[in-house]
């Protein structure tokens, strides 16, 4: 599986960005995709998961009711819009694909990974 993400960039204090990350390769449509987060001098976390077929989702608790991920399983895409961020969202941003679900919160229960995007956010 090959993951592809855009988005990112400087963005302000109480704005919006939106992140995405197209999955291509033999049965890429079966994994589960997840966006990951690391800060500087810390570990990569899990903020945002969805299950293969789009139906379920998976947040963690720092970040609920200003992320939001959604799939588009015609295109393999997935997208990560966050919403009022804030300083501590700043971080580089990671997409990945695991055959699993419920989603693994450890970075091992991913088994592929795209190239991080990063989220400067300026106040």
């Known amino acids: 599986v090959q993951l592809q993400a855009s988005g990112g960039g400087l963005v302000l204090v109480g704005d919006s960005v939106s992140l995405s990350c197209a999955a291509s390769?033999?049965?890429?449509?079966?994994?589960?995709l997840g966006w990951f987060r690391q800060r500087p001098g810390e570990e990569r976390e899990l903020v945002a998961a969805?299950?293969?077929?789009?139906?379920?989702?998976y947040y963690a608790d720092s970040v609920k009711g200003r992320f939001f991920i959604s799939k588009d399983n015609a295109k393999n895409i997935v997208t990560l819009q966050v919403n009022n961020l804030k300083s501590e969202d700043a971080a580089v941003y990671y997409c990945?694909?695991?055959?699993?679900?419920?989603?693994?919160?450890?970075?091992?229960?991913?088994?592929?990974w795209g190239l991080g995007t990063l989220v400067t956010v300026s106040s």
């Open positions: 990945a694909a695991s055959q699993h679900w419920p989603t693994s919160r450890s970075t091992e229960g991913y088994g592929f």
């Open positions: 390769g033999d049965s890429a449509s079966s994994y589960s």
């Open positions: 969805v299950r293969w077929n789009g139906v379920r989702t």
